[in-house]
């Protein structure tokens, strides 16, 4: 349930600041950039500290390995919303919409598993322990 409650509330601050960029004739890769930050925030935020409670690992190493997982989704978000809205004439709101739909498996696995969870190194330490030899 928090898991769903923090991502309504990103999805609110996400798709509303895209919308009120798109109507202040704002460019679509900036307007897309500046949602998608100010919502990575929150959504870091609100993870932390609500959804999965990690307090294992330091802030900063997490909010480190939670950007290093952030930027590829920032640009494929980019790719996503200009592909959507000039190739194929959607709507950006649509455009958008898509691309949540697109970063939401992606980031829920990437974050509750390395952001969250003990981090890339130990994930990578597991894999190679796990590893036939």
Known sequence: ????????VVFAI???LFS????????????TSIA?????????????????RAFDRTFVK????????????????????EGCTVGLHFAPLVSKI???????????LGHRYLTFGGGIRAMLARMA?????
Not at 36 to 52: G, I
């Open 129 to 133: 322990r796990q590893w036939p030899r």
């Open 36 to 52: 998608f930050t100010v919502a990575a925030v929150v959504h870091f935020l609100l993870n932390k500290y609500l959804t999965f």
């Open 62 to 81: 997490q909010a480190r390995t939670y950007l290093i997982l952030q930027i590829p989704s920032l640009l494929l978000t980019a790719a996503i919303v």
């Open 20 to 31: 009120a960029f798109v109507r202040l004739g704002i460019a679509l890769w900036l307007g």
């Open 14 to 16: 996400d798709v509303g």
């Open 98 to 108: 898509i691309s949540i739909a697109v970063n939401v498996p992606l980031g829920f």
């Open 1 to 8: 349930m928090r898991y769903l409650a923090a991502g309504a």
